[in-house]
Structures are given as C-alpha cells and as structure tokens.
C-alpha cells in the first residue's frame, strides 16, 4: 500500500469534494479518482458513496481513514528514525497566535536539530486539534478546553507546558499610575479607565461572554472602550496607554506592561497550556522531543 495513495486519501476524505482536495494537492481530480479507485480496488471495499456528482465518505471510508492516519504517521517517524540526519524532516505546528507567539521558541530549541523544515500554522485551538486528528500538524499548542471539547476519545497525548494566570495590565505610561504609582486600584476605581477587549477568545476564537477574555463581568464590573477582533491591534491600544487589558501573564511580560491589582476582586481566570501529539511506536524525532520534557 503507497503511503502517498493515503496521505492523498486522507485529504479527500476530509474535504468529501475531488475538486477542493485537486486543489490543495495541486493534482486534477481526475488523478485523485484514479487514487480512490486504487485504494479501493486493493481493499474490495467502496470507501465513498457517489451522491450525483459528489462523493461522500462512508462508513468504511471513515474507518479506513482513521488507519490510514496511523499508518502514515508511523511510517514518517519510522523514516525520521532511520533516515536521520541526512534528509530534512518537516514538522507542522499548528496553535492559536498568542500561544505559538510564546511556546515556539522552547519547542524550536529543544529539537536541536538543523535538518527540520518547520511549518508553523496559525490556527484555533479546535482547528489545530483537527489537523492533528487529520495528520496535517505534528504537534498542537491548545488549551485544556480544547481538549475537553474532543467528542471522542482520540489517541492523543499532552504534555503540560505551562499553567497562565490572567491579569489587568497598562501600559507604564498610563494615566493611572499617575494617581496609584503602585497599581493598586478597587473595583470602583477600575470603572475610571476603558479596557481593550477581544472580540473572540484568543485561544478558540469563540465569543464568550460580554468580551471573551475570561473577565467576570457579572461579577466585577467595568468599562470596555475598545473591541478588537485583532489581538495585535488590541495590543497595540494598551501599549499606547490608551485602555488596559485582562490578558495571560506571559502577554504581560513580553510586552513589558504593568500590572494592575485590582484589591476587591478575588476572580482569577487561568489556563493550562498544553502540547499536544500523536505517540508513536518508531524512535523517530517525536519520542526524542518527547523525551527531552523529562
């Protein structure tokens, strides 16, 4: 069996459409249909259903799929382990922006090596444990939500980087700390200054709430000036000592901001940040990136 035939089986069967996954893999879906047939030739078994002049994966289709995933994915580990160093090993990352921003740097520099090709997709912590599920990322940087919002038991496994605990953070410029030079403000004083606020989860990209970045608003109130559905540019407004903001510390510390303690309020939201892959038996560059957390 050709793994090549499979990794072009699994984008089709994820796409359910010849001529999106044609597109993708620069192939015509007249070459792509010749594939299919191969396949299921080869296993006396129809994989898709023919729905007019689409196709849709079928019961068989989706279980064949699921191997097909594994089998790909040992056979490019088997090939990292045995190949070494003398042919570069491309390896997808996908994760949302503020966690890639953050945790790429400690991944890149505990794969010591100058032979991988690194691919780093941003993506919603749903949509990158999807191309994990699909076998088009390595490795994924999500939440503990993302993981809790799997609908079935999957085969991954995680390893926990870092736990963040959000905070109110300004800008050193910010009229606030002219008034409170140490930060220190109570519920009723927070009300003063207008907070920058995601339109989405930074994590998801989900609306949560009134301002999706974990803010208990029903039990702290406050006042959002600014709703960006860029994270950037939100940054940017803070920086500028135009709002503040509820973000991870790690935001805090890259962007040399301040802290803002609110004393009244006991609400803490945190996150777990977790690595996320597919194990597999072959000692290729996985398991060692893997060992190297130990």
Not at 28 to 57: H, M, W, Y
Not at 177 to 206: H, R
Not at 267 to 293: M, Q, T
Request: hydrophobic letters at 40%; proline letters at 3%; one cysteine or more.
């Amino acid at each position: 069996m050709d793994t090549e035939d499979l990794r072009k089986f699994i984008v089709v069967a994820k796409l359910n459409n010849l001529q999106q996954a044609a597109k993708q893999l620069h192939q015509t879906p007249s070459a792509l249909s010749k594939v299919i047939k191969r396949l299921e030739t080869l296993l006396n078994t129809q994989l898709f259903d023919r729905v007019g002049r689409n196709i849709v994966l079928n019961r068989q289709g989706e279980k064949f799929s699921y191997y097909a995933q594994h089998i790909v994915h040992e056979a490019d580990q088997a090939l990292s382990e045995f190949v070494g160093k003398e042919k570069a090993v491309q390896i997808n990352i996908a994760g949302p922006s503020v966690l890639i921003q953050h945790w790429v740097g400690m991944l890149l520099d505990k794969l010591e090596n100058e032979h991988y090709e690194i691919n780093v997709n941003v993506k919603w912590e749903d949509d990158a444990i999807d191309q994990l599920t699909h076998g088009h990322a390595h490795l994924a940087l999500v939440t503990d939500v993302a993981l809790s919002n799997l609908s079935h038991p999957s085969d991954f496994e995680n390893i926990l980087l870092g736990t963040t605990l959000f905070k109110v953070v300004a800008s050193p410029k910010h009229t606030l700390f002219n008034d409170n030079p140490k930060g220190l403000l109570s519920s009723e004083m927070l009300l003063k200054y207008p907070f920058a606020c995601p339109s989405v989860s930074p994590f998801c990209g989900i609306t949560r709430g009134v301002s999706s970045d974990g803010w208990r608003d029903d039990k702290v109130a406050r006042r959002i000036g600014f709703r960006c559905n860029d994270f950037s540019v939100l940054m940017s407004l803070v920086q500028q000592g135009r709002a503040i903001a509820y973000v991870p510390d790690f935001i805090a510390e890259h962007y040399a901001l301040s802290i803002v303690d609110v004393v009244d309020c006991d609400n803490h939201c945190e996150e777990n940040i977790r690595l996320v892959y597919k194990p597999s038996l072959a000692d290729g560059w996985l398991n060692k990136l893997i060992a190297r957390f130990d």
